[in-house]
């Protein structure tokens, strides 16, 4: 049954982000910051670029906002007019899209693939059922005597003699 739900999770490996000069180089604040905004990028793709509304988005104060937006964090995101989204977890999504599209047409391919030989199979079983149905058919002189349309000896015997003729 397809669910049609956005990935509830992405995957981060903690030595691939420690290993990041940047974010080594980040102060507590500024990773705080950098994973509420990628946690929120990735429920909502992205929130605002503006500080006063992005405060506002967060729930905190614009002047600690500005504290902690530095460079640093800002060279994570992809700024656009009036959004910030992050480009690694954009990736990661439409990757997870494209896996779940293959399976999906894995699965319709091979439902179809199954329905087809169970088709073949069902006209094969009717084609050697009729073909067994025709090899029981007799000739109209058996048929006419098997089932005692003539029970008279004589004509039965006219009927043998005159099939060896």
């Known amino acids: 049954m397809a669910q049609n739900r ?11 982000m ?5 974010f ?31 405060a506002k988005y967060l729930g905190i104060e614009q002047q600690e ?11 994570m995101f992809f700024i656009q007019r009036d959004s910030l989204s992050c480009p690694e977890l954009d990736d990661y999504r439409q990757h997870i ?12 391919n091979s439902a179809n693939q199954r329905k087809v030989k169970r088709l073949l199979e069902s006209d094969l079983q009717d084609t050697s ?6 090899n029981q058919v007799k000739d109209s002189k058996a048929q006419s005597l098997d089932k005692g349309f003539v029970n008279d000896p004589f ?3 006219y009927i043998e003699a005159s099939d060896g003729v």
């Open 129 to 134: 059922n009729t073909l067994d149905k025709l």
């Open 24 to 54: 080594r180089l980040m102060s507590l604040q500024e990773r705080g910051l950098l994973y509420s905004l990628r946690l929120e990028c990735w429920e909502n793709k992205q929130v605002p670029s503006s500080q006063k509304d992005l």
């Open 155 to 157: 004509v039965r015997a």
């Open 6 to 16: 956005k990935a509830p999770a992405y995957q981060e490996y903690a030595a691939s």
């Open 97 to 108: 899209e494209s896996v779940r599209l293959g399976k999906s047409r894995g699965g319709k």
């Open 65 to 75: 906002l500005q504290s902690a937006m530095t460079d640093r964090v800002k060279a």
């Open 18 to 22: 420690l290993a990041n000069k940047e």
